[in-house]
């Protein structure tokens, strides 16, 4: 039975080091352990995809992309809380655009493993604006795997590396570990709109593919995922990959308020 591909995405990176404390990093502890998971999810058969595996910078928007043309099942980033002291929390939190299914069950499961290892489990939370949870177009969490400023979470982080990793693999595994997907069925279903299909936001269709381009550099500006198509000798600019039309109205009417001419479409 094939497992579901997972694609890792260790966040910030390259000049964007993301939270920092006494030195320590977010981007390193985040690739150092987006690796480790990766080498267990793989051990336990797991096709796995990586959006960076050295200290590269990328746009949240960028790391979606990855995500999506690599085709893979789950998008699953590893990040660094941190409280506006330190010491002031600590504890796993794992964000998700919507708290349900098969995606806000991973999300408990991780944080119930990592609970084992011994940090305090905060909660699963719903997050409308990242745009690695609201950019992909497969289901998508973010772990936040413990606060870099917590000296608490630090010591379980060093002390119990090796566990931690393993603990975000067994919480994939035990959701998703014996499902069955591939490109057209299994698990990226349950994220397609009702006819098995994506949709998208057609904002702009130009008979010269330069005008498309000036529109798509604009919308990539703005932290869109959005891509040129050939439609029969015209080429539209389309926005997101959206997994159902309610996700896709919510799109429209936010590039409606900026002033496009919208079309939801079948991508």
């Known amino acids: 039975m094939v497992k579901p591909t997972i694609i890792l995405d260790a ?13 320590r990093r977010e981007k390193d502890d985040t690739l150092r352990l987006a690796l480790a998971v990766g080498e267990q999810l793989e051990a336990m058969g797991f096709p796995v995809v990586y959006t960076r595996t050295t200290d590269i910078y990328q746009r949240p928007v ?11 099942d789950f998008f699953v980033s590893i990040h660094r809380n941190s ?37 305090n489990n905060i909660n699963v939370e719903e997050r409308k604006d990242l745009a690695v949870l609201r950019r992909t177009a497969m289901p998508a969490l973010l772990v936040e795997a413990g606060f870099i400023n917590s000296d608490e979470d630090n010591t379980i982080f060093d002390e119990n590396f090796q566990a931690m990793a393993n603990a975000i693999a067994q919480g994939i595994e035990n959701t998703v570990g014996g499902t069955h997907a591939n490109t057209t069925s299994g698990v990226q279903n349950n994220m397609m709109g009702r006819n ?9 269709l130009f008979r010269r593919y330069e005008n498309a381009q000036y529109l798509l550099e604009a919308l990539i500006e703005q932290d869109y995922v959005a891509e040129i198509r050939d439609e029969k000798g015209y080429f539209a600019v389309v926005v997101g990959q959206e997994a159902s039309l309610e996700d896709a109205r919510s799109l429209e009417r936010e590039l409606s308020a900026k002033g496009y001419d919208t079309l939801i479409v079948s991508l």
């Open 196 to 204: 098995g299909h994506m949709f998208g936001v057609q904002v702009g």
């Open 11 to 23: 966040g910030h990176g390259g000049f964007d080091a993301g939270a920092s404390y006494q030195g």
């Open 62 to 72: 960028d790391k979606a992309r990855i995500g999506n043309q690599s085709g893979g």
């Open 83 to 119: 409280g506006a002291q330190p010491n002031q929390y600590n504890g796993v939190q794992t964000l998700v655009y919507n708290d349900s299914g098969v995606i806000g069950q991973m999300a408990r499961n991780i944080n119930t493993e990592l609970e084992q290892v011994g940090f």
